[in-house]
């Protein structure tokens, strides 16, 4: 169903089969379950934007990028919210896995894991303090960003310079991680989970223009029921997407400085 990159025209965005999406098959819900031992305290959850990826998610989002890339070991992946790097855990023994994370604690768990791991705000920091691996593996073609980021409303004040640099991200945590990564890291892939308003809400209809969130998709999307991920509340889904990255900063675009 999927091509490999190489032979993806993806640039042009010509020979393609038609988009279409596939909502996942029924999941027995204790599978997705599993990790409730990592429940958190509500106000943690809410302040931090972290609930977890399911394994079973996890794998299959996996499953799912490894089609759209030959050879994995060519190539670095990043996740920059990381938690305690659910998401890196998935990917194959032995490939290159960095995660940066906004808490000290799950540093420590990725770095016990045998990840590259740095603490980091991917909100306000500047992308230049991230590990050169990220930079080299940028340059070469080689980065591959796969993450599921947090998603809350951005208070006022912290975020102003983002807001400024950024002003299609509409005053979310999502569009703005999503924008950042690619304009500033430049990966080949970005690969993301966020919830579907991204998509279809004329709220991120902005974003959506300047993303080129359907002109890039290159694979069909994943859907899952919100209520098979642990803490997550409500009856919606949670949408899983496969963009090729490529450099759509304005030309009057100027990154951060230290
Ligand atoms: C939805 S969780 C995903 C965690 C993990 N990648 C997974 O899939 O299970 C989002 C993670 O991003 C972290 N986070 C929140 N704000 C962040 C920020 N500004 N920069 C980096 N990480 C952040 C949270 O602490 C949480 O661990």
Redesign the pocket.
Known sequence: MFDNLTSLEWLGLPHREPFCVFVTPRYPTYLCRK?QDMEMATEHRRR???????DVW?KLCVKQLLEALPDPYAYVFY??????????DALPEGTMRI?????SA?VTIMREKGYEAQQ??????NTHFLHPLIWEASEEGRLVVL??????RLPRGRYELMKRTYPAHCGD?VPL?LLRIDRELRPVIIAS?HDIGLIQSPSFSKFREEFGVMERLLCPQILTPSKTWPGVKGNFAIAFSIWAGWWTAPADYKPLKP
């Open positions: 990790r931090t934007g972290a609930y977890y990826t399911p996890a996740d920059p919210a990381a938690g305690e790097g659910a998401l890196l995660g940066t994370t906004l808490e799950d980091f705000d991917f909100l306000t920091m993450t599921n980021p947090p998603f809350f945590s991680f989970w």
